[in-house]
């Protein structure tokens, strides 16, 4: 049987922001916006020492998103991809850094290098989670010793990984990818959870629905609308009720997943045929009353994808958009240009022409961008790497 594990970095970026401003440890803050944001440090006089000054959300005008938030900063309501001028409204007193996306990079590089000295197979999730194939690792006969291991090999990553960054992770093993990450996600911060034969009915099943990676907020109401609110009710419901009500592709995967059935493998390398990035709101939003808001989370998609392209090595001639609508309905948009790129401005202009070919009278409830027709970088001459125009409208 496979043994895989999900690592997740705790709050990723707002935790190298606190290893270089340790005095905000225990503070609510929010990371998010432009580089006006950054502290500023003066000498005390009496002592000479360095004494820094921080922003607040108080009062914030701007079009920009939270990126990401320290459990404080959760804990009065504050979440990823919220407007922050929503942000500056609950908790006005909630410190703003600027995002380094230079830092995040770095401390990614080094937990992925610390773990793959232990556990060579990775499979890169994004800059803070991997999932790692420790079966080979961790191989006894006896059930016991083999959970024993497990937990022994998945403390020395949890240190390797705290040694090479000051950071802490959580880790989630079971037997597959999809328990895994739900694992991951039940002890955290600095969690280890192991969830083994006979854990399913007892720590998952209790679980909302919604704790399933790919089911969304709107797939669960209409779950809830079936009385089925909890991973256990779906993995009990009726099969032929979910391939009938969510179709015959959606409904046979949310009830395997609920009954912690899962084939896929650890990819340890793979040539990716796109790179994209895409999020789905909270809310419903409309083109019209939310124009400002739904920019400036395009143009953060943008920014983060021609970062996702540099950082990944690749340049793509295929520019597209993803919009899902609140009916459900999926419709997508590209264009292919004459060069590829990985400018974010250039996606940013190419996709914003591919908005403009979608109807916008229907509220959205997710958006992305993508990049395909992948090459690698070193083939490509790309003399222009800026981030989009943060103040730039998605309907100009």
Same mark, same amino acid.
């Given at each position: 049987m496979?043994v895989?594990?999900?690592?997740?970095m705790?709050?990723?970026?707002?935790?190298?922001?606190?290893?270089?401003?340790?005095?905000?440890?225990?503070?609510?803050?929010?990371?998010g916006?432009?580089?006006r944001?950054?502290?500023?440090?003066?000498?005390?006089?009496?002592t000479h020492?360095?004494v820094?000054s921080?922003?607040?959300?108080?009062?914030?005008v701007g079009?920009?998103?939270?990126?990401?938030?320290t459990?404080e900063? =959760?804990?009065?309501?504050?979440?990823?991809?919220m &407007?922050?001028?929503? *942000? %500056?409204?609950?908790a006005p007193?909630?410190i703003? #850094?600027?995002v380094?996306?230079?830092?995040y990079?770095?401390?990614?590089?080094?937990?992925k290098?610390?773990?793959?000295?232990?556990?060579?197979?990775?499979?890169n999730r994004?800059?803070?989670?991997?999932y790692?194939?420790?079966?080979e690792?961790v191989a006894?006969?006896?059930?016991?010793?083999?959970?024993?291991?497990?937990?022994?090999?998945?403390?020395?990553i949890?240190?390797?990984v705290?040694?090479?960054?000051?950071?802490?992770c959580?880790?989630g093993?079971?037997r597959?990818?999809l328990?895994?990450?739900?694992a991951?996600?039940l002890?955290?911060?600095n969690g280890?959870?192991?969830i083994c034969?006979g854990?399913v009915?007892?720590?998952?099943?209790p679980?909302p629905?919604? =704790?399933?990676?790919g089911?969304?907020?709107?797939? &669960?109401a209409r779950? *809830? %609308?079936?009385?089925?609110?909890?991973?256990?009710? #779906?993995?009990?419901?009726?099969?032929?009720?979910?391939?009938?009500t969510?179709?015959?592709a959606?409904?046979?995967w949310m009830?395997?997943?609920?009954?912690?059935?899962d084939?896929?493998?650890?990819?340890?390398?793979?040539?990716?045929?796109?790179?994209?990035?895409?999020?789905?709101?909270?809310?419903d939003?409309?083109?019209?009353?939310?124009?400002?808001?739904?920019?400036?989370?395009?143009?953060?998609?943008?920014?983060g994808?021609?970062e996702d392209?540099?950082?990944?090595?690749?340049?793509?001639?295929?520019?597209?958009?993803?919009?899902r609508?609140?009916?459900f309905?999926?419709v997508t948009?590209?264009?292919?240009i004459?060069?590829?790129?990985?400018?974010?401005?250039?996606? =940013?202009?190419?996709?914003?022409?591919?908005?403009?070919?979608?109807?916008l009278?229907?509220?959205?409830?997710?958006?992305?961008?993508?990049?395909?027709?992948?090459?690698?970088?070193d083939?490509?001459?790309t003399?222009?790497?800026e981030?989009?125009?943060e103040?730039?409208?998605?309907?100009e």
């Open positions: 496979s895989i594990a999900h690592l997740d705790d709050a990723f970026y707002a935790s190298v922001e606190l290893l270089r401003y340790p005095e905000l440890r225990g503070k609510p803050v929010v990371i916006g432009g580089r944001h950054q502290p500023t440090e003066t000498i005390d006089p009496s020492s360095v820094r921080f922003a607040t959300l108080a009062g914030y079009r920009g998103v939270i990126t990401t938030a459990y900063a =959760r804990a009065r309501g504050l979440h990823s991809a &407007a922050m001028m929503k *942000a %500056a409204m609950l007193e909630t703003l #850094l600027p380094d996306f230079d830092a990079r770095d401390y990614s590089h080094r937990f290098e610390a773990v793959r000295a232990i556990a060579p197979r990775i499979e994004g800059i803070d989670e991997i790692i194939d420790l079966t690792l006894v006969d006896d059930d016991r010793c083999a959970r024993e291991r497990v937990r022994t090999l998945a403390q020395s949890k240190d390797a705290h040694a090479a960054t000051g950071l802490t959580s880790i093993i079971a597959n990818k328990l895994a990450k739900i991951s996600d002890d955290k911060p280890l959870t192991l034969e854990d009915e007892r720590r998952i099943w679980l629905a919604r =704790r399933i990676n089911i969304g907020p709107k797939t &669960a779950l *809830a %609308a079936l009385r089925i609110e909890t991973i256990g009710d #779906l993995a009990r419901a009726d099969r032929e009720l979910l391939t009938t969510f179709g015959r959606l409904g046979a009830h395997e997943a609920a009954n912690g059935r084939e896929r493998p650890v990819v340890t390398h793979s040539e990716p045929v796109s790179i994209s990035r895409e999020t789905t709101f909270e809310r939003l409309s083109a019209q009353r939310d124009r400002v808001l739904l920019s400036s989370i395009f143009t953060e998609l943008c920014n994808l021609g392209l540099q950082r990944k090595g690749y340049a793509g001639r295929t520019i597209g958009i993803k919009l609508y609140d009916n309905k999926t948009r590209d264009r292919t004459a060069e590829a790129t990985q400018d974010a401005r250039t996606i =940013r202009r190419v996709a914003a022409e591919c908005v403009k070919r979608v109807p009278t229907r509220r959205i409830r997710l958006f992305g961008v993508r990049v395909s027709g992948l090459v690698h970088a083939t490509v001459v003399s222009v790497r981030p989009a125009p103040s730039a409208s998605l309907f």
